[in-house]
């Protein structure tokens, strides 16, 4: 297995640009999640997914945009994008079966600068 | 709600010194889990243990240890005779399991610890 893979890993972009993180999980897990991680900081949960077609808010969702076509796919737009939105990106995957025992898989996460 | 506080910010000790990470949590559910991610300079977040609420009894995994106090909710994670490696941010984190309420169902972190061992 993959595990969770993210592209790209690094981006800059200019102020007012678009552009979508990609996640994919190989692992048939229906639970995926979005954080970012300012520097120095926390990780904080921008939304998330408990399986296809179905996406919720997190704490910091203002600016952003997903969609959940798939079990495996879990893409994160930024519209346009903002000198706060400099951050770095990471995607996370849960099986369902278990509940909350169950720990989150990372990706090795992408880092966006805006410029 | 649910809430997960690691008061120490950043913590440096030398080589060879035992570091305990504290790590207190708030949740109103009796069944719940606690995580220890550890991050190290390179970026990624990697599971260390899982403790459910109903298993109060210490872990101990080779120089690392974790001892869960519900009377204080609680979950700490000592490190023994640390090591340069051991340097990096560690997040405490608690996952709770409302009843009926799948779409709740989420991880909530702390703010984590940065870990510094000095040679």
């Known amino acids: 297995n993959a595990g969770v893979t993210q592209t790209p890993k690094f981006r800059i972009l200019k102020i007012g640009q678009s552009m979508t993180l990609q996640c994919t999980q190989d692992m048939n897990h229906n639970y995926m999640y979005w954080y970012r991680q300012d520097p120095g900081m926390g990780l904080k949960l921008i939304y998330y997914s408990v399986g296809a077609g179905i996406t919720d808010k997190g704490e910091v969702p203002n600016g952003y945009n997903v969609s959940r076509s798939t079990t495996e796919d879990f893409p994160l737009r930024l519209e346009l994008a903002a000198p706060s939105q400099t951050s770095v990106y990471f995607c996370a995957s849960r099986p369902t079966g278990g509940g909350s025992y169950n720990e989150q898989f990372f990706g090795p996460g992408t880092r966006l600068t805006v410029l | 709600a649910q809430k997960v506080t690691q008061a120490q910010t950043e913590i440096s000790v030398v080589e060879k010194e035992d570091v305990t990470l504290d790590c207190v949590y708030e949740?109103?559910?009796?069944?719940?889990?606690l995580f220890w991610y550890k991050q190290p300079p390179s970026g990624e977040l990697v599971f260390l243990i899982r403790?459910?609420?109903?298993?109060?009894q210490n872990e101990i995994s080779g120089r690392y240890s974790w001892n869960f106090q519900k009377s204080t909710s609680s979950f700490n994670f000592t490190i023994t005779a640390s090591q340069v490696v051991d340097s990096a941010v560690y997040f405490c984190a608690l996952s709770v399991n409302p009843v009926g309420q799948n779409r709740d169902d989420k991880i909530i972190f702390g703010k984590g610890t940065r870990l510094h061992i000095l040679p």
């Open positions: 403790r459910n609420s109903f298993d109060e």
């Open positions: 949740t109103r559910d009796t069944t719940y889990y």
